[in-house]
């Protein structure tokens, strides 16, 4: 164990974090099937978890920046901890996961900030940010397939385990060098100059294309993750629990492969190839209007994944290089989250009160791959303006 490498630690630290994060998601499907919530309740729980990351943003950057990012990702841990806590004190699940999405929005400026200060230099930065963005995805994957599999057995020893889980990634967290932080940032303006730093790289063509790029994907991703637990149902007959998850674990496959093999396709210099990459994955998605067996389902959702991971993991690190070397890497990150959860949660939110109004599964899963296309347009057309 004293042998394991700061960023090997840093790996095994958030595959850990990012595998219960996923895995509570189940979790919270079992309650809410066991305690007969409304079939829209679950998308609901998600929107929570989301807004945690849309409020707390203009501070968790400057928290992750001005302490030692080894230090706030167990804070973050232990604010997950707090969450899945309420759950077994049988708390409502909204109010629950939302705990868990503070401390992940908490948690996350610091996982990618301290990358640039364990590298050196642009490819090592790059091969850092595909390997954190592959086991952040085998982490997606395995908790979704351990969750379907713990909630259909037993949700109290579920929730026991995501605790002693998220423990397990704190102590990884203490072979984590701290980086030296900057006191000096204070958290008076955190708002005005969270909007200031905003604009400033909105204005950097490279941090502007990843941060459009970046939101479009994981709007895409998660909404997708709420339609499939109605459409698995619907055009498959499937409703186990266990099954569904691996189903869906399929998706974070191809993410895993599609980052993996994104140094040797993708470059930061060349990052503006991703847009195709980008058309790609939209097309995939509105081809599941015409999918209607397992394994299609299971083939078009390893290359929607496949697709997926490389279209962001080059966008990612191009957000850290222009955002270390301008407003700070925290910060940079607490932006990137801000986009990002802005836009599932305007995705999660619409596709839940479309569920809630009726409206076909097969009219959500259209308009996720239109909306997909459509942002990805814009950027071909930012990049051929810039």
């Known amino acids: 164990m004293a042998k394991l490498s700061p960023l090997g630690a840093l790996f095994t630290a958030q595959f850990l974090s990012a595998f219960v994060d996923n895995m509570i998601l189940f979790v919270a499907l079992a309650i809410i099937k066991r305690d007969a919530y409304p079939g829209y309740y679950l998308p609901f729980v998600q929107t929570t978890f989301f807004a945690a990351y849309v409020l707390l943003s203009p501070w968790v950057g400057r928290f992750a920046d001005r302490t030692p990012k080894a230090r706030v990702l167990i804070i973050g841990n232990i604010i997950k901890a707090a969450g899945v806590a309420m759950l077994l004190a049988a708390l409502d699940p909204a109010l629950s996961y939302a705990v868990v999405g503070v401390g992940a929005v908490v948690y996350s400026p610091a996982k990618y900030g301290i990358l ?24 997606i994957l395995a908790g979704s397939v351990a969750g379907g599999i713990v909630s259909d057995y037993s949700v109290t020893v579920g929730l026991f385990a995501c605790i ?5 990634s704190i102590a990884m967290n203490l072979f984590i060098p701290n980086d030296p932080g900057d006191r000096s940032i204070g958290y008076r303006r955190a708002v005005s100059e969270f909007f200031r730093d905003t604009a400033a790289l909105l204005a950097n063509r490279q941090s ?4 459009v790029g970046t939101g479009s994907f994981w709007m895409a991703s998660a909404v997708l ?6 459409w698995v149902p619907l055009t498959l007959g499937i409703t186990s629990g266990t099954a569904i998850s691996m189903i869906i674990a399929v998706t974070g496959v191809g993410i895993a492969v599609g980052a993996a093999v994104t140094p040797l396709l993708v470059s930061i210099r060349t990052y503006r190839r991703t847009v195709w990459y980008g058309f790609a994955m939209g097309l995939g998605v509105l081809a599941f209007l ?8 299971v083939a078009g959702l390893l290359l929607v ?3 997926g991971g490389i279209y962001i993991v080059p966008m990612n690190a191009c957000l850290q290089q222009v955002g270390h070397r301008s407003v700070g890497a925290g910060k940079t990150i607490a932006i990137q989250n801000f986009f990002e959860n802005m836009m599932m949660f305007a995705g999660v939110g619409a596709y839940t009160l479309a569920a809630k109004a009726g409206v076909a599964t097969a009219a959500s899963l259209a308009a996720t791959g239109v909306v997909l296309l459509a942002m990805v347009a814009y950027l071909f057309a930012y990049s051929r303006r810039c």
Do not use: C, Q, W
């Open 225 to 230: 993750r709420m339609i499939i637990f109605a």
């Open 116 to 139: 640039p200060f364990l590298t050196r230099g642009e490819d090592k930065l790059l091969r850092a940010n595909s390997g954190l963005e592959s086991f952040t995805i085998l982490a």
């Open 164 to 168: 002693a889980l998220y423990g397990t």
């Open 290 to 297: 015409f999918v209607g067996t397992l394994p299609l389902a």
């Open 208 to 211: 502007h294309y990843s941060l």
């Open 305 to 307: 994944g496949t697709l």
